[in-house]
């Protein structure tokens, strides 16, 4: 079945480093991918999505590349703020999960001032 | 344009004891999820619905858990009898239709369960 593995957590960096949240998926067919980020207190909010291979999606300085040949969506931003503690789940809808979300188990990013 | 509601925001239950949690998704949209988020893992679906259909049951724990969703709108899902294991956040999701192609799934806030 349909899987995402990504990094374990936490990461905690100061302001302004640079952040990858490395993010691998096994899927059936072509799977659509997305990085969701959870803040404080709120619900899910889609951060950013692909759709087929190669694609880039970016969304507020975060921009993640859908690689097929490494099965991998990894999630970047050059310059970190506070504002982005939260915690980031990748995930993948396919047909083969009649296109339900399937998540990865999350990475809590902790940016410190 | 109003989110996904979702009530209550925490309960506190004794094990064995029956719950309730209830959803409305964003108006128009076809199709909903429930999902269970366990402290430290992702989220997993229960269930999904297209209008008032299910499409996908498999990792719902039927000899306790039930959902329904009344005429394609609203929907509830019910724990009876609570395990100390069912402690978690409960998230109503929805959708304009089936997640083809990157279509967007909106989430609630969420419910959290917690079972003592």
């Known amino acids: 079945g349909d899987s995402v593995t990504q990094m374990e957590g936490p990461v905690t960096l100061s302001e302004e480093a640079f952040l990858t949240i490395n993010c691998t998926y096994t899927a059936t067919g072509y799977p659509s991918l997305f990085w969701y980020v959870q803040y404080p207190g709120e619900g899910l909010q889609l951060l950013l999505k692909a759709t087929k291979a190669d694609d880039k999606g970016s969304n507020k300085g975060f921009e993640a590349t859908y690689r097929k040949e490494t099965t991998s969506f990894h999630l970047e931003k050059g310059s970190v703020q506070v504002s982005d503690s939260a915690v980031y789940f990748c995930?993948?809808?396919?047909?083969?999960?009649?296109?339900?979300?399937?998540f990865g188990k999350g990475t809590l990013l902790t940016v410190n001032p | 344009e109003a989110g996904v509601a979702q009530s209550p925001r925490y309960k506190i239950i004794e094990k064995r004891q029956s719950v309730a949690f209830w959803c409305n998704p964003i108006?128009?949209?076809?199709?909903l999820y429930w999902y269970q988020q366990i402290l430290g893992q992702g989220p997993k679906l229960l269930i999904q619905f297209q209008n008032n259909g299910v499409v996908d049951d498999s990792q719902l724990p039927k000899d306790r858990f039930s959902a329904e969703r009344l005429k394609g709108v609203d929907s509830t899902l019910k724990i009876q009898p609570a395990k100390l294991e069912d402690s978690a956040v409960y998230l109503c999701?929805?959708?304009?239709?089936?997640?083809?192609?990157?279509?967007?799934?909106?989430f609630g806030q969420g419910t959290r369960l917690t079972v003592v």
């Open positions: 995930a993948l809808s396919s047909g083969g999960s009649n296109y339900k979300l399937t």
């Open positions: 999701a929805s959708s304009l239709a089936l997640m083809r192609g990157g279509t967007e799934a909106f």
């Open positions: 108006s128009g949209h076809a199709t």
